[in-house]
């Protein structure tokens, strides 16, 4: 059973260059999560999807960045005229079920953006 | 609004010793409370969970008993190994948001030497 996968685990950008990660749940899984690991920062919260729906994007910053779980495929996170403070560890994580009080998120091994 | 706190790290330890990760949480209503720990180059998983006060959880040799008087879920661990070296991030989940993501604490970096 394949967990979340991710792609690419890496990926170098140039400034003003457009950057999209990818995410495909765990099979059975309907809710994503993105998440950014920035260095001495932590691990925070972005944005929260169901299939074609956005729940809560209120970690998302409010311009160049957009994310999307269509119906089919994984879901995309994109960064538009990334700039060097876009480099960073982007998560994604899965559940089968709202994350509400049950909780467990399964997380791939992340996407590492390097803005040049 | 909700938040984690954990103790800085880096936290250094010798093989066997006894660890303590301390994790401190605000938040309305009553969380749910998580352990999740990073090895280098790979994602979280989840180490334990409470749903409740005074539940404990427990899992590969560590413990974290949810403490609603001191809003405290701190990780204990009796005998560290090498192999736990890792990042461990404390979280929380808020009951009366179903749908709402983890909120995670910035993580605490526990390195074990032998």
């Known amino acids: 059973n394949a967990g979340v996968m991710q792609n690419p685990r890496h990926l170098v950008r140039r400034r003003g260059q457009e950057a999209r990660l990818r995410c495909s749940p765990m099979?059975?899984?309907?809710?994503v999560y993105w998440y950014r690991q920035l260095p001495e920062e932590g691990l925070k919260f972005m944005v929260y999807?169901?299939?074609?729906?956005?729940?809560?994007e209120s970690g998302m910053p409010k311009e160049r960045f957009s994310a999307e779980f269509p119906k089919e495929g994984p879901s995309i996170l994109r960064i538009q005229q990334v700039v060097r403070g876009d480099s960073a560890a982007y998560f994604c994580?899965?559940?089968?079920?709202?994350?509400?009080?049950?909780?467990?998120?399964?997380f791939g091994e992340g996407s590492r953006l390097t803005v040049l | 609004g909700d938040s984690v706190t954990q103790m800085e790290g880096p936290v250094t330890l010798s093989e066997e010793a006894f660890l303590t990760i301390n994790c401190t949480y605000t938040?309305?209503?009553?969380?749910?409370l998580f352990w999740y720990v990073q090895y280098p180059g790979e994602g979280l998983q989840l180490l334990l969970k409470?749903?409740?006060?005074?539940d404990k959880g427990s899992n590969k040799g560590f413990e974290a008993t949810y403490r609603k008087e001191t809003t405290s879920f701190h990780l204990e661990k009796g005998s560290v190994q090498v192999s736990d070296s890792a990042v461990y991030f404390c979280?929380?989940?808020?009951?009366?948001?179903?749908?709402?993501?983890?909120?995670f604490g910035k993580g605490t970096t526990l390195s074990v030497s032998s």
């Open positions: 994580a899965s559940s089968p079920r709202a994350g509400g009080r049950h909780g467990e998120l399964f």
């Open positions: 099979k059975g899984h309907s809710h």
């Open positions: 999807l169901q299939k074609e729906n956005i729940i809560d």
């Open positions: 938040a309305t209503g009553y969380p749910s």
């Open positions: 409470a749903t409740k006060a005074d």
């Open positions: 979280a929380l989940s808020a009951t009366n948001q179903a749908g709402t993501a983890l909120i």
